[in-house]
């Protein structure tokens, strides 16, 4: 069963993802936008092409002619996948969700509208005008975001009506793709916020990983920790929601599913149809199979009958704090020595400030203290540097 995969989207997380696929003997053909992107190092063939032009996608596709199309990224002219889809490639996990997911827009609308799943409020705009006109309708403090950006990119967070033309400003240089809107949503006071990976198969069996504790700065993720202690009422709210949003959206595959947890209980924020940063922590072996495995079995259609914990774990970023065209590291005898960790560096070309180019994962047995490990995965990120 060698099958052909093209990736679409080769970062840290396409590249985990084709060490599982080598692993068990399948081919696949990186691509991203830029050469050596970290999942081309590992892959069996690469391609630079602009993944947002539709006909260069198109010839892209006719050239390998995969059996299965696996998007890393949200920035892909994912309408052109419901053709390949119509070829008789398999989308992972179907060309609806990556189309759905690649704009805030679609994505929101099916859950608040379509499902009736409890959200923020938020309204959308095109120009600062009505971005004026939406903020007083959510209220402030309210969240601006480009409908087409990801790991925080043109976000930013609105305390007074002075920060509106700066958050319009902002937005429009961190927007990727040729859209111009924002969504703008009241700010969510929660209490904690999770990712929810949740596992679909084409047997129609879907599994759930332990909840996934995560801290955020400037809309990206710092460190990760599983099991997130959550009440109970609140993970079962969270699976129904996560079940009926990957059921609407259809196919097979690891998604990462977003929620908020405050006082009022249980909001929907946003998921990828693929693996998800947070769920880096997974490669601590904290699961039977981490995030990687379980979206490669998902492609493959190899059955997963349960998804167990087997430790604790947390992971913290190794985040660049300049630009550099031939980037390094300080401090990575620290993290080969410590006790109960392991690390990964992506092996990115350049950098560019907060750019991630590393990750940190710590763990101990499921009697240990997450607080502890989480703690210990911070210290140790810590202690690298970028050069
Ligand atoms: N409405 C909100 N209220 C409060 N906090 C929010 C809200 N929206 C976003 N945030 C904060 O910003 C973070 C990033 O937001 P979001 O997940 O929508 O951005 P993103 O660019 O899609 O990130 P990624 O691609 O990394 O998931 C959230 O995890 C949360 O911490
Ligand atoms: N939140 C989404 C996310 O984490 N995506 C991951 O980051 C890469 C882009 O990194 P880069 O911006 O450093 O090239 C993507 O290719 C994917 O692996
Ligand atoms: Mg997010």
């Not at 309204?123 to 402030?140: D, H, N, P, W």
């Not at 790991?151 to 961190?174: L, V």
């Not at 994962?361 to 009697?367: A, E, F, G, P, R």
Request: with cysteine; glycine share 8%.
């Amino acid at each position: 069963m060698n099958k052909k995969i093209v990736l679409l989207g080769s970062g840290e997380l396409g590249k985990e993802f084709v060490i599982a696929a080598q692993r068990l003997g399948q081919t696949v053909i990186a691509v991203d936008s830029y050469d050596n992107a970290p999942a081309m190092q590992v892959a069996d063939g690469r391609e630079v092409i602009n993944m947002l032009d539709g006909k260069a996608l198109d010839a892209l596709v006719a050239k390998h002619s995969p059996d299965y199309i696996v998007p890393e990224i949200e920035a892909i002219r994912t309408e052109r996948l419901y053709d390949y889809e119509k070829q008789g490639i398999t989308v992972i996990p179907s060309a609806k969700a990556a189309n759905f997911t690649m704009n805030r827009k679609s994505i929101r609308d099916l859950a608040a509208k379509d499902l009736g799943l409890k959200t923020a409020n938020y309204r959308y705009a095109t120009s600062a005008q009505e971005l004026q006109k939406a903020v007083k309708e959510v209220g402030i403090p309210c969240v601006v975001k480009p409908l087409m950006s990801s790991s925080g990119k043109g976000q930013s967070t609105i305390k007074t009506p002075d920060d509106i033309q700066r958050a319009w400003d902002y937005s429009q240089e961190g927007s990727r793709g040729d859209v111009a809107e924002v969504i703008v949503e009241a700010f969510v006071n929660f209490n904690y916020e999770i990712t929810l990976l949740t596992l679909t198969q084409h047997d129609g069996n879907t599994l759930f990983c332990p909840p996934i504790g995560h801290r955020q700065e400037r809309g990206d993720y710092q460190e990760s920790w599983q099991p997130a202690a959550m009440q109970e009422d609140h993970l079962k709210t969270a699976q129904d929601m996560a079940a009926q949003v990957t059921a609407a959206l259809g196919g097979a595959g690891i998604w990462g599913v977003e929620f908020f947890i405050g006082n009022d209980g249980v909001y929907f924020s946003e998921l990828s149809p693929r693996p998800h940063d947070t769920g880096m922590v997974t490669l601590a072996n904290t699961q039977n199979y981490n995030e990687f495995e379980l979206h490669l079995r998902a492609v493959l259609g190899l059955p997963i009958k349960e998804i167990t914990q087997e430790r604790i774990g947390a992971s913290a970023v190794i985040l660049a704090t300049a630009h550099s065209e031939n980037p390094g590291f300080t401090g990575i005898n620290t993290l080969a020595t410590a006790p109960k960790s392991d690390f990964r560096l992506f092996g990115k070309p350049t950098s560019r400030p907060y750019r991630r180019m590393g990750v940190v994962v710590t763990y101990d047995d499921l009697n240990g203290d997450i607080t502890e490990v989480v703690s210990r995965a911070k210290e140790l990120a810590a202690k690298v540097k970028t050069t």
